[in-house]
């Protein structure tokens, strides 16, 4: 199957149009996109190490959440890592693709796949946006999601939940005591900004990527929040893009690329 066609599939699930205006996401690199696919790393971020693994597994289609192109070039050079990184991607006929805020925006994409993971039931958009066509029928976009609880946990049972779940050596929460969680609101990645939805639409927990030093004040008696880190709030966005290209191409090699290319140590 060619590379256009897998990035017609990412596209019709995750429209470009949905897309914030700040974003870049789509192609980033297409010199081999009407090649035939010979195999596909997915990533959240597209370092050098990265291409070499595409390399070194012989994938031709490197699709990553992250766009590698985020701010306007004004030189391709091997003086940093971007610039290291696409000219190692076009000696080597690598195509680039990256599914970002238009990810985020899809029904069934990043925030979703968070509240599959937890176990939360019938998720819903915490701020909806307009409808849009996929597989035919009309659907409608949004930004984070609530979700539920078949049955209540503990404040402190849902956050050790939370930190298995997404493999967290530490949590950072407000100082919110809540007697029981059921209702849950999450956002993939910077997701502050959907708080005060979160606590209009009654969650008594939001958890995100990003929160922010003073975003933590005055939620004390609204709801718990909790920062888990930007790269563990979208790891399994990963297995989005898989399912994807695999309802595609089934028959395609499909990787998850083992280079860690989280930039924050824990020590």
């Given at each position: 199957?060619?590379?256009?066609?897998?990035?017609?599939?990412?596209?019709?699930?995750?429209?470009?149009?949905?897309?914030?205006?700040?974003?870049?996401?789509?192609?980033?690199?297409?010199?081999?996109?009407?090649?035939?696919?010979?195999?596909?790393?997915?990533?959240?971020?597209?370092?050098?190490?990265?291409?070499?693994?595409?390399?070194?597994?012989?994938?031709?289609?490197?699709?990553?959440?992250?766009?590698?192109?985020?701010?306007?070039?004004?030189?391709?050079?091997?003086?940093?890592?971007?610039?290291?990184?696409?000219?190692?991607?076009?000696?080597?006929?690598?195509?680039?693709?990256?599914?970002?805020?238009?990810?985020?925006?899809?029904?069934?994409?990043?925030?979703?796949?968070?509240?599959?993971?937890?176990?939360?039931?019938?998720?819903?958009?915490?701020?909806?946006?307009?409808?849009?066509?996929?597989?035919?029928?009309?659907?409608?976009?949004?930004?984070?999601?609530?979700?539920?609880?078949?049955?209540?946990?503990?404040?402190?049972?849902?956050?050790?939940?939370?930190?298995?779940?997404?493999?967290?050596?530490?949590?950072?929460?407000?100082?919110?005591?809540?007697?029981?969680?059921?209702?849950?609101?999450?956002?993939?990645?910077?997701?502050?900004?959907?708080?005060?939805?979160?606590?209009?639409?009654?969650?008594?927990?939001?958890?995100?990527?990003?929160?922010?030093?003073?975003?933590?004040?005055?939620?004390?008696?609204?709801?718990?929040?909790?920062?888990?880190?930007?790269?563990?709030?979208?790891?399994?966005?990963?297995?989005?893009?898989?399912d994807i290209i695999l309802k595609k191409a089934s028959s395609l090699p499909v990787h998850f690329a083992k280079t860690n290319t989280n930039p924050i140590n824990y020590l």
């Amino acid at each position: 199957m060619k590379v256009k066609e897998i990035l017609g599939a990412l596209e019709e699930f995750a429209p470009l149009a949905l897309q914030d205006g700040y974003d870049n996401a789509g192609l980033q690199i297409g010199l081999a996109e009407d090649a035939e696919t010979t195999g596909a790393l997915l990533c959240l971020d597209v370092t050098e190490e990265v291409v070499d693994e595409a390399i070194l597994r012989g994938c031709n289609l490197i699709v990553s959440h992250h766009p590698l192109l985020f701010h306007p070039l004004k030189s391709i050079s091997p003086s940093d890592y971007v610039g290291r990184t696409i000219i190692k991607a076009i000696q080597n006929g690598i195509t680039v693709y990256s599914a970002h805020t238009n990810l985020d925006s899809a029904h069934g994409g990043v925030s979703f796949k968070m509240a599959e993971k937890l176990g939360l039931m019938a998720p819903q958009w915490l701020s909806q946006k307009d409808d849009y066509v996929c597989g035919g029928k009309a659907t409608t976009a949004g930004e984070g999601i609530i979700a539920a609880f078949p049955v209540a946990l503990s404040q402190n049972d849902f956050m050790e939940r939370v930190k298995e779940v997404f493999h967290l050596r530490s949590l950072r929460a407000n100082m919110a005591k809540k007697e029981s969680i059921t209702r849950v609101a999450l956002c993939g990645g910077a997701g502050a900004f959907l708080i005060p939805k979160a606590i209009e639409k009654g969650a008594d927990a939001f958890i995100t990527g990003e929160i922010g030093y003073h975003r933590f004040f005055g939620y004390e008696k609204d709801l718990l929040l909790l920062e888990i880190g930007h790269f563990e709030s979208e790891q399994y966005t990963l297995e989005v893009m898989r399912d994807i290209i695999l309802k595609k191409a089934s028959s395609l090699p499909v990787h998850f690329a083992k280079t860690n290319t989280n930039p924050i140590n824990y020590l």
